[in-house]
């Protein structure tokens, strides 16, 4: 006959098991990590094993996208991990397709005050670097954003975004693309002088068109 366990052994293995499973949530939130045995420092040095071991505890979050929204996720993990100590164990990387880093594209009418891109931004300066000064700063030196880098494919699988003919790997991903301008498919909306009305580079295309061919009007759909 099956040997059935006793009510004691019953309720133990039902505290164990829920005792491994609060471990295993525990190690997977970063709450808990199990101590090396003592024989690990025998072990080659740690600086010793560039691009093995080392390297590939590092993970590396990408973040599709340099919106506002998705500037503000880079600024929330970056603190996270600041809090923890911990941002040296992961890099974040965001791709921008534009030229510039994240401003505040919601004021973009205001850029015609001034013409002036640094206020808009919401990375600083664009004055020495087209990433702005929170991610030229020194303070954050896990945290990277690729001007001008449109992500081309994502391969869940491979855990990889394609920017191009170059592969990306990352341990998580998040898309923050944002919208984009609706083109009404209208005869016409391909001649020169017809713009749409999303992007810093857009404006300064629509001031460049006016000034060169001295437009007096214009219509706005």
Known sequence: R???AAPG???????????????????????????????????????AVEGSAAAEAKKRIVVVGNGMVGQRLVELCADKLAERG???????????????????????????????????SLVGSYKDAPQGEWYASEERPNCKVRVGDLATGLDVDKKTVACGDELVKYDKCVLATGSYPFVPPIPGKDLPGVFVYRTIDDLEALVAYQKAHGVQSAAVI
């Open 2 to 4: 099956p040997r059935v």
């Open 86 to 120: 911990a941002s040296d164990q992961v890099d974040i990387v965001s791709f921008c397709e534009e030229r510039l880093a994240a401003y505040n594209r919601v004021r973009l009418t205001s850029w015609f005050e001034t013409r002036n891109a640094d206020d808009l």
């Open 9 to 47: 052994a019953r309720r133990n293995i039902k505290i164990m098991f829920a005792f491994s499973c609060a471990l295993l949530l525990a190690v997977a939130n970063g709450l808990y990590a199990p101590q090396q045995p003592r024989f690990a420092s025998r072990a080659r040095p740690m600086a």
